[in-house]
């Protein structure tokens, strides 16, 4: 009876263990400037499967992420957020990626500080 007891906890120990989701917070910085651009690396986030949270902050250009770790990581979100035209510290959108994003989100031209009232 002892060893159906050890068993028994021990299997369940093992489930709720293997059951637990492996959420991780993430944040880094996506290059954008606007609402549309806060939509499109949002959407691209989500899109990726394990991102379970994606909320892009205009002014600090910072991506809040929750993820399960064991379906995605990192550079997959970043490589899809690339893919929308949108650079990353350590990916760069391609040119053709780029220019598909509406003119107002054209940030690699822009050097003013979209904070400073003009």
Not at 79 to 84: D, R
Not at 88 to 114: F, G, I, M, Q
Request: hydrophobic letters at 35%; proline letters at 3%; charged letters at 30%.
């Amino acid at each position: 009876m002892k060893k159906i007891i050890v068993a028994f906890v021990f299997a369940l120990t093992a489930i709720t263990t293997f059951a637990q989701e492996k959420n991780k917070k993430l944040t880094f910085e996506v290059d954008g400037k606007c609402e549309m651009c806060k939509m499109r690396i949002e959407k691209a986030a989500l899109n990726c499967k394990g991102v379970k949270y994606a909320k892009w902050d205009i002014p600090s250009h910072q991506l809040s992420l929750i993820v399960d770790e064991r379906k995605t990581d990192p550079m997959k979100i970043k490589t899809a957020i690339i893919a929308v035209g949108h650079d990353t510290k350590e990916l760069k959108a391609t040119n053709e990626a780029y220019d598909n994003v509406h003119p107002c989100c054209k940030y690699r031209e822009d050097n003013s500080d979209d904070s400073e009232q003009h």
